[in-house]
Each structure stands twice: as C-alpha cells, then as structure tokens.
C-alpha cells in the first residue's frame, strides 16, 4: 500500500526537541515496514514567527509563502537525520522528483513545494500524483468539526464525511501564509476529485498514526 502522511508542524515541532524527531522516526520507520511511505512535514509555530516578522518587515504574502517553505524543509531535513539510512537523503523539491526518490525503495521526507499552498495541499497533490491508497493528515487536532473548536464550543466532531462535505466545511478558511487550519480548502479539493480515501487525526502521539495505517484503528474523521 502507498500510503502518504502529511505531519503537521504543530505536533513534530511544536517547539525544536530532538526527542520528538527519534519519536516519529520510530513510528515512521514502523509503518514503513509494511508500507511505501510518502512524509509532508509542516512548519508548525516555528514557520509562523518567521512569517510574522517578515510581515512586520513588509512582505507580501507570496514571499511569506517562500519562508515558509523553506521552514518546512528545514523540518524535514531534522526528521531525515532522525530516520538515519532507511531515507531518501535530502526533501524532494516536487512531486516528480519525490516519485523519483521513492523507486529508492526508501521513505521520502519532504517540505513544502508552492505558493499559496499548504503542506496539506501539498500532501494531498503528491498523494493523487503517485496514486497513493491512503491520505493521513496527522494534527494536533482529532478530527474535522462542523466549525473550528477553539473558536466556537458548539462545534462537533464527525466521525465520517464524504469528501464533498469536507470541501463544504472548510471553504471559509482564510488562505494566507502560516494558516494553522485542520485542512485547507485546496486539499479538500484534491481530496474530492483524487477520491484518496483520507484520515484525519489527532497525530500529538506518533502511536496515533501508527495505528491508523498498520491497524485501521483511530478516533479521528475518515473521508471517503
């Protein structure tokens, strides 16, 4: 199975600790011995101030975007060192070239490729472009609400939604640089026309994502 995990930067770095690299290291090189596995890492809170001080500065939301990215395969870089020699050794700088990598028969770890898209679009774009059969968006939060959870108490989970109704839900997330939302509304997109069948999960303890690919076994939103 070709399975594609884009790991938001919220739970691998929600601050630099090299404890929480050899973690997911671990759970990655677990599922990857079952599986061909694709890695999108985020930018987490770390991408974020170095696009607000670019903001402060006067950059235009495009050239945030290109911090961010780089940020992105900074992070990406740090989880390659942790997964040692099972790796492709440095971030693909785009979707052939990710493909490319994976006839390695190792894991291939990447950032960012594009303005004006997130890491999630950019997992869900890698995963309908190499044919994956699974999309897990790993977060730090459990699953897709019918509103954001920190800003409105009435919001409720849903177990399972249709991609359609994904693409319902997040169409009124502001796009800008740095954006924090569980998924953005482009990778809802991918995710409807592509049909990937998709997890989205509370990914804080990387055993969550193991559990999820290997087992089938999770408590976050299933998309199909």
Known sequence: MIVVISMGGSILVPKLDSKRFKEYAEAIKEIAAQHRIFIVVG???IAREYIRIARDLGANEAFCDLIGIDLTRLNARLLISALSGDVYP???????????AASSGKIVVMGGVSPGQTTDATAAILAEFVGANLLVNATSVDGVYTKDPRADS????????????LVNIVMNIEMKAGSGSVIDPLAAKIIERSKIPTIVLN?????NIVNA???NEHVGTEIR
Do not use: C, F, R
């Open 43 to 45: 930018g987490g809170a």
């Open 90 to 100: 440095t971030p693909p700088m785009d979707y052939k070239e990710a493909e490319s």
């Open 154 to 165: 009435s919001a409720k989970k849903l177990d399972k939604i249709t991609p359609k109704q």
């Open 203 to 207: 990914g804080t303890n990387p055993k």
């Open 213 to 215: 690919v290997i087992k």
